[in-house]
Nanobody
């Protein structure tokens, strides 16, 4: 059974930094891409950053220049370095991994880790 486990969330003051980690287990295959999403209370889950197996990256405009996504050796561990945090970044952050199975992608999600930024 494929599992994604996040760590590194917590509380920080505005302007501070946090580093999230996500490690996958239960598969020998490398995810086609991995990413981070977040969901604040009353809002939909939204993309924060993604990285493909070719190390190409995508960022939400709101986090560009402040957050950096990376993958260990293009494998199934992904990190999110979050700098210059703002109160608006407060949310539950979810790790996501996608595997191409036959002709469609299957999504896997972690349980989420809370990030709280105080002003």
């Amino acid at each position: 059974q494929v599992q994604l486990v996040e760590s590194g969330g917590g509380s920080v003051q505005a302007g501070g930094s946090l580093r999230l980690s996500c490690a996958a287990s239960g598969t020998n295959r490398i995810f086609n891409d991995m990413g981070w999403y977040r969901q604040a209370p009353g809002k939909q889950r939204e993309l924060v950053a993604r990285m493909g197996s070719g190390m190409n990256t995508t960022y939400d405009d709101f986090v560009k220049g402040r957050f950096t996504i990376s993958r260990a050796n293009a494998g199934n561990t992904v990190y999110l370095q979050m700098d210059s945090l703002k109160p608006e970044d407060s949310a539950v952050y979810y790790c996501n991994g996608r595997l191409l199975l036959f002709t469609s992608f299957q999504n896997f999600w972690g349980q989420g880790t809370q990030v709280t930024v105080s002003s």
